[in-house]
């Protein structure tokens, strides 16, 4: 059974740049689709980025996509979000989610991924 741990979160100021990281244990993530949600107080769970199994196809949220790249890091069976230019709307909970085996493509939609990470802070000083 596939468990994902994030890390790389914290306080960072507007303009500036973040990697998160999404490390498995279980499976190889290169096998999985990957996603990334975030979720903010009072909001709902935002779609932010997801990459398909055995492919580098991506797909990103509309709000984010031209300061979001995921990506894979197979050495260390990891995906990784860098986001560019932060904003203070940045500031939430991060968390990766893999979908089921087999899955075929990308997501955007939260019910495609079964096992999700415990999400960690991310707070964009403004």
């Not at 279980?26 to 492919?55: C, H, M, Y």
């Not at 203070?88 to 495609?112: E, L, N, R």
């Amino acid at each position: 059974q596939v468990q994902l741990i994030e890390s790389g979160g914290g306080l960072e100021p507007a303009g500036g740049s973040l990697k998160l990281s999404c490390a498995a244990s279980g499976r190889a993530t290169s096998s999985l689709l990957i996603g990334w949600f975030r979720q903010s107080p009072g909001k709902d769970r935002e779609f932010v980025a997801s990459i398909a199994r055995n492919s580098n196809n991506t797909q990103y949220g509309n709000s984010v996509r031209d300061r979001v790249t995921v990506s894979r890091d197979v050495a260390k069976n990891s995906v990784n979000l860098h986001i560019s230019n932060l904003k203070p709307d940045d500031t939430g909970v991060y968390s990766c989610a893999a979908g089921p085996p087999g899955f075929v493509g990308t997501s955007s939609w939260s019910k495609s991924f079964t096992t999700w990470g415990q999400g960690i802070q991310v707070t964009v000083s403004s």
